[in-house]
């Protein structure tokens, strides 16, 4: 029961007090009070199964028990900066960190979001290297600070500051790429930009394994060893930036570069090790680690112990309660009834992505991929109406992303498509 400030009052301060660049969805924004597993509720107690908390919280779900008290407890004994003296949580979450990582991939330094993990990444691939440039993907997504907004090459977000050395390579886009799965073609393209737009020597390469902002797309499968080939011959490093895809969302794998078969240098990390909380980690090897003792680098909150109390309860949580292993199942079947929604509806261009991160593309006319932006906003509100929260995104902003918490049921899957059913049938 509710009896806070309403949607209308809310949005009147929002209005007045804070930064106009903040963005939210629906005609009418939802004032969401409360949130349990897979479900929020607004300010009337309306229920809505929650198809997009991957943004944020992770597979345990909203408000996880388990996460919570770890969280509180933590807190009501101490809550201090994880920097000047010892705290066994912040080691002990590293050391769970580490036991699922592959090969020699285990020393954590704890940012509080996915930017900073991905700022460190790129300043240690700069100083391990002693290169500057760095090449990453068109239409990825990395972060919002100077360096990551040069990584980050999406025309639409009109954020990206000038970088000298940063470089974007053409995105192995399967369903609207250039080349289209043809991955020989997009490495060549890659050996193309370290032999024409640098020294020859470069400091790493960044990527997601699934785009997450730029719509849910795949990587073609075999580009990422064919590049990271190309970059570890021209002396950089190559940084795999999990803060979507890992953490068991792709169901298959723990994280998204394992799908890919590749091992890489460093990976980074945020939203869902904390299940919603800032937390934010980049994990490397004893050796790449090393540089940073070349400087002072320190990050007050980075790892704080009610965070890393909350990680180290999420990992435990993803464990017992088998959540990847359900984002495989749960996923596989929704993927399933979405391609089946394909050939039902006209308007849905594509259907792609694994486990519980996927994506549905809409398009106008699907010979020429005909962005339907505005059909998807409708169809996004009616879905709300219906008690369903998706997101959007994309670089036209016309495809649905599906990124719930890992606890998704199968019914939640099904009532979801359904619901999908009706609002396209209205468009
Ligand atoms: N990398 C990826 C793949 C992301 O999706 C995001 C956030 N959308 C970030 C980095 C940046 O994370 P944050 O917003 O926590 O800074």
Redesign the pocket.
Known sequence: CYDGPRAAEILKKRTEFLSPSMFYFYKNPLNVVAGKMQYLFDEDGRRYLDAFAG?ATVGCGHCHPEVVNAIVDQTQRLQHSSVVYLNHVVADFAEALASKLPGDLKVAFFTN????A?ELALMMARLYTGSHDIISVRNS????ASG?MGTTAQYNWKFNVIQSGVHHAMNPDPYRGAFGSDVEQYARDMQEVVDFGTSGHVAGFIS?TIQ??GGIVELAQGYLPAVYKIIKKAGGLCIA?E??SGFARIGSHFWGFEAHGVLPDIV?M??GIGNGIPL?AVITTPEIAQVLTRRNYFNTFGGNPACTAGGLAVLRVIEREKLQENAFCVGSHLKGRLKSLQEKHEIIGDVRGRGLMLGVELVTDREKKTPARAEILHAMDLMKDMGVLVGKGGLHGNVFRITPPLCFTKEDADFLVEVMDIALSKM
């Not at 979001?113 to 900073?116: A, L, Q, R």
């Not at 997504?141 to 919002?144: T, V």
Request: aromatic content about 4%; glycine content about 20%.
């Open positions: 943004i979001s996915g930017t900073e991905n997504y990395h972060g919002n990551t997601e997450g902002v930036d803060v979507q980074t945020a939203k934010g």
